[in-house]
């Protein structure tokens, strides 16, 4: 789909890098020619498939052969990453370095920062990105199709709106990992079998959530029914709201974002 446009990925045989990489091959929204990967070592898996994926070990060189530059190295690594993009689209995935630490640290004004999460691994993320006022309208249709290849996206209004997103995209998973232990550990310690425990956990967790997704209901609406059914659910969420359940939630948005805001604060001094 963009078969013209050279991508370099630092840091791309890392977690999110390799899945995102990986997930525009397999989608046909890049040529494997049209890919470089960076890591420190120069050992990259997770593109065997693709021999034709071209490995570096100097970023700057990454940063003069790409026309599109994408940092995916973790936030205390990029001290150490050097790059001079000039007018080039730079695209951030790293959590808690602010747009004008990467303005100054690449030297562009075309920066994109955007919020993946470790669903992209099974092509079920949700992207949140936020780009400034120079980022043309081809950056975008790039950006949008880089992240539909792993799942959906959307372009946020505000820097501010992606560093909220941080803590609740970001950490992706975990949350229903959470939701998950608690009713793993109460089931266990009703004597339930492990294998049964388990297995029901995971059927209302992962299997069941999709009910949400498929019929398009708002979570609200869902909630009120099974509520209004009046049925061993609603007592079950009636004593769950009547425990905190909300106020829990949102005590740990707010920690998540706060915790954003002062990462996004300890990575600002920017070099030079
Ligand atoms: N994983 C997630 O769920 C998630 C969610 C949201 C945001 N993020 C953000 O995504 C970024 C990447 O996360 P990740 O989980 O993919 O981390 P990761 O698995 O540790 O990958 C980082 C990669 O960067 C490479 N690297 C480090 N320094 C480098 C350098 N100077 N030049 C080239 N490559 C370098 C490392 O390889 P070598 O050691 O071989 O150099 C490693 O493969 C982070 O900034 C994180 O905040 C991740």
Not at 205 to 213: F, H, K, N, P, R
Request: charged letters at 20%.
């Amino acid at each position: 789909m963009f078969s013209e446009l050279t991508v370099g990925i630092i840091g791309g045989g890392g977690w999110l890098g390799r899945s995102i990489g990986a997930a525009m091959l397999e989608k046909g929204v890049l040529a494997p020619t049209g890919l470089i990967i960076s890591s420190r070592s120069g050992q990259v898996a997770g593109f065997d498939a693709w021999p034709e994926v071209q490995l570096a070990t100097d970023n700057r060189q990454l940063a003069q052969r790409a026309d599109i530059i994408v940092l995916s190295v973790r936030p205390e690594q990029f001290a150490a990453v050097e790059i001079e993009a000039a007018d080039k689209l730079v695209i951030s995935f790293m959590a808690g370095v602010s747009l004008a630490t990467l303005l100054k640290r690449s030297g562009s004004r075309r920066v994109i920062r955007a919020m993946p999460n470790a669903a992209a691994e099974i092509g079920q993320c949700y992207t949140p990105w936020f780009a400034t006022e120079q980022v043309t309208a081809a950056d975008r249709a790039f950006t949008q199709a880089m992240f539909e290849s792993c799942g959906s996206t959307d372009e946020v209004a505000s820097e501010a709106d992606l560093d909220y997103l941080t803590g609740l995209v970001g950490s992706g998973a975990a949350y229903p990992a959470l939701l998950a232990e608690a009713l793993l550990a109460h089931a266990l310690a009703r004597g339930l079998p492990r294998q049964v425990a388990e297995r029901a956990v995971r059927g209302v967790v992962v299997e069941a959530s999709q009910l949400l997704g498929r019929n398009g209901m708002p979570p609200a609406d869902m909630v009120q029914a099974m509520l209004d059914y009046r049925g061993t659910t609603a007592a079950g969420l009636q004593a769950m709201i009547d425990a905190g359940f909300k106020a829990a939630i949102a005590a740990g948005l707010d920690a998540a974002e706060a915790a954003a805001q002062r990462m996004k604060a300890s990575y600002s001094q920017p070099k030079g």
